[in-house]
């Protein structure tokens, strides 16, 4: 029986075998969200950077393409857009590529080797990402990308979501992660955005006046769209 | 108002500042359970080591000396008694030194400096380490020595046990990991060694019929002794 695991820091994904393993990048608020919702939406490929320098450099040699990312919640200096799910409605991204940095997700990702596939989680891509899952019964690891390597709560909620379909779905766990997140899951779940208006990392966006964006990424399956990374790209199939 | 921070796994430590804190050093199976119970019943001090071979060149050199520690649930080859809470009555222990080596939690030990108070908390000596901390009125890390750097349960529910108290007498948090352990603790205070009995650490030590010594480190304030670690030994005052 395939076993799926929780990673709740990139600081602890040295402890996991990722070997042949499908992994789940999870970045709640708000990269795996955006990427969800800009794919969902007809984005022709999203490409992960870690730095604006890189984004504005990869921006510049290729047409077509749109630089986006935040840091401390604005768009950060050089770039075009920022990192909302809401920025990216089909009319304006159908086609294009998204260059995007985020401050915890691509850092993690590029973290991720070895893998038999990485997909992109959100909760507004839940359903997609989940079948894949099931389809495939092989072993999987959700991985958190947290809050500068800290344990955050709306990545560890998503991970709960999905681990809880994997158990009732052939999966099987001896993880305290898992117990832990598919406990929190079951009673975040008739009103997660309630729940969730209690977190560090919600507390720390609301200051930039992010609530609706945070709101807008605890939709189930808004955007339901597989996404996978493959030759250090983010398409969905 | 004193802040309180829990850190689920020492391979998260270094994101916590630690310095002029109080922290708490938590190994509930069943090193700092072990420790409680020696030190209530009248060790005269207890000397945290790494290794097994540490543990016997200590003990060689300390008249009145025992020597403990235990690999895959038994007593380490070489050495003369087990880490169980229940091995240690005073009419055994009273006066002596036990020189301890753990799997886990030693490790940890070490990797705390800096602090103003070190402390080592089980659910066997709760209250005396609760007012202590609700006493002193410090910032406060509760620090788990987890499983080989995995976020465990038994040793979070402990913190979240500790969180809860110091919530109630004059500290406040913005810690994913507190409201977390703190919601755990709620769920599982009930009845918490039905609770534990489903997680990872438990079914492991379970194989070596562990499973009566981890039922008495369930009990709050069996050997409610105040333990401090000062000049690399474990006392009681």
Redesign the interface.
């Known amino acids: 029986m395939p076993k799926v695991e929780i990673c709740?820091?990139p600081?602890?994904l040295h402890?996991y075998d990722l070997e042949n393993k499908n992994v789940v990048f999870i970045d709640v608020f708000r990269a795996t969200s955006t990427i969800a919702a800009a794919l969902h939406n007809g984005a022709k490929q999203i490409i992960p950077v870690d730095s604006v320098s890189e984004c504005i450099s990869i921006g510049a040699q290729m047409s077509g393409s749109i630089t986006a990312g935040e840091r401390d919640g604005k768009v950060a200096d050089g770039l075009q857009h920022g990192n909302s799910p809401t920025e990216y409605p089909s009319e304006f991204i159908e086609g294009k590529t998204l260059v995007l940095t985020t401050t915890n997700g691509t850092r993690l990702l590029y973290m991720i080797s070895g893998a038999k596939n990485i997909l992109s989680g959100s909760f507004l891509n839940f359903s997609a990402t989940a079948q894949f899952l099931i389809k495939e019964q092989v072993d999987v690891i959700l991985a958190c990308a947290s809050w500068?390597?800290?344990?955050?709560?709306e990545d560890?909620l998503f991970a709960g979501a999905v681990a809880e379909e994997l158990l009732k779905n052939g999966y099987e766990h001896?993880?305290?992660?898992v117990?832990?997140a598919t406990?929190?899951w079951k009673?975040a779940q008739p009103n997660l955005f309630d729940y969730i208006k209690?977190?560090?990392?919600f507390?720390r966006l609301s200051k930039f006046g992010l609530q609706a964006d945070m709101e807008y990424c605890c939709q189930i399956d808004k955007h339901n769209a597989l996404v996978l990374y493959e030759d250090r790209k983010l398409i969905t199939k």
Chains 1, 2 share one sequence.
């Open positions: 709740l820091s600081a602890l402890l500068k390597d800290r344990f955050n709560l560890t001896n993880c305290d992660s117990r832990v406990q929190l009673i209690d977190s560090s990392h507390l």
